[in-house]
């Protein structure tokens, strides 16, 4: 008799491996934290200090050893508060970022002289650091959310025109041709046949996007970014609250990565035929 053994499912396995690694990486960070191999040592916190940080910035508490002083998370916001008027900052620069970029893109994948006289123009964005515009942006828009929202839109707004323009450049002639053959306009070419076909580039474009966003977030939220959850990081920084620091980078961290799981999921619903035959 022949005994088989049962493995446990593909995505068992990978939980598995990813709470090992985690737990392998916490005992680590732990480790290192403890040997107070960076003097001073409040510049190495461990997880339990930043995870107090964490709840300190999410709750009411006393400041200054008293109980007469009690203070509203962090700058008299919750950290997840901050994470919110971030998230919407952010989203505001996609949002345009897509109603320029995708529009632009598919003008620039469809009309060659167009793509090549803006092209370049579209490189130069995308190859420039967001500090290398934000003084220009906040002395234009001022030290509010407008310049804010400019800066996360200059760091979406390229990838999502250059995959829109791959996605266009990527249909296939024929179906193009068959649209033409039952008289269909260049309007509902563009609608009925360029825009579908495209699609799964575009959510590539816009993953790539929100990536920008969130590294650009605590550049635009370096003047007058509080409430914010880049500014929360960035202040901490300067004041050496590292723990707090450390905790604003892991929210940003895990957040951004929640959010491209929902876009994953999202384009798996829109376009299910991505990667078939």
């Given at each position: 008799m022949s005994s088989t053994v049962l493995e446990p499912p593909r995505g068992v396995r990978r939980w598995v491996g990813l709470a090992l690694s985690l737990v392998v990486l916490l005992a680590t960070w732990s480790v290192v934290a403890a040997a107070d191999l960076v003097e001073p040592h409040?510049?190495?916190?461990?997880?339990?200090?930043?995870?107090?940080?964490?709840?300190?910035?999410?709750?009411?508490?006393?400041v200054g050893g008293g109980i007469d002083r009690v203070v509203r998370g962090e700058e008299n916001y919750f950290l997840w508060e901050h994470l919110v008027v971030s998230l919407r900052r952010i989203g505001l620069g996609l949002l345009f970022g897509v109603l320029?970029?995708?529009?632009?893109?598919?003008?620039?994948?469809?009309?060659?002289?167009?793509?090549?006289?803006?092209?370049?123009?579209?490189?130069?964005?995308?190859?420039?650091?967001?500090?290398?515009?934000?003084?220009?942006?906040?002395?234009?828009?001022?030290?509010?959310?407008t310049s804010k929202v400019w800066l996360l839109f200059l760091a979406a707004f390229p990838p999502i025109t250059l995959a829109t323009i791959n996605g266009v450049r990527g249909v296939r002639q024929d179906q193009l041709n068959a649209a033409r053959s039952l008289g269909a306009s260049g309007l509902q070419l563009t609608t009925a046949v360029t825009l579908p076909a495209t699609l799964?580039?575009?959510?590539?474009?816009?993953?790539?996007?929100?990536?920008?966003?969130?590294?650009?977030?605590?550049?635009?939220?370096?003047?007058?970014?509080?409430?914010?959850?880049?500014?929360?990081?960035y202040l901490s920084g300067t004041q050496n609250k590292i723990a707090l620091s450390v905790a604003c980078i892991l929210v940003i961290g895990l957040t951004a990565i929640a959010l491209d799981a929902v876009i994953r999921t999202i384009e798996k619903l829109v376009v299910p035929w991505r990667g078939k035959a």
């Open positions: 409040y510049l190495t916190p461990s997880p339990l200090q930043v995870w107090d940080a964490f709840i300190r910035a999410n709750s009411h508490h006393a320029v970029g995708v529009p632009l893109g598919l003008l620039m994948g469809s009309v060659r002289w167009v793509g090549d006289l803006v092209g370049p123009y579209v490189d130069f964005l995308r190859s420039l650091p967001p500090l290398a515009y934000i003084g220009f942006l906040v002395a234009w828009f001022g030290i509010y959310d799964p580039d575009i959510l590539s474009g816009l993953r790539v996007a929100v990536g920008f966003a969130w590294t650009t977030v605590v550049a635009a939220e370096l003047v007058n970014g509080l409430p914010g959850i880049g500014g929360l990081a």
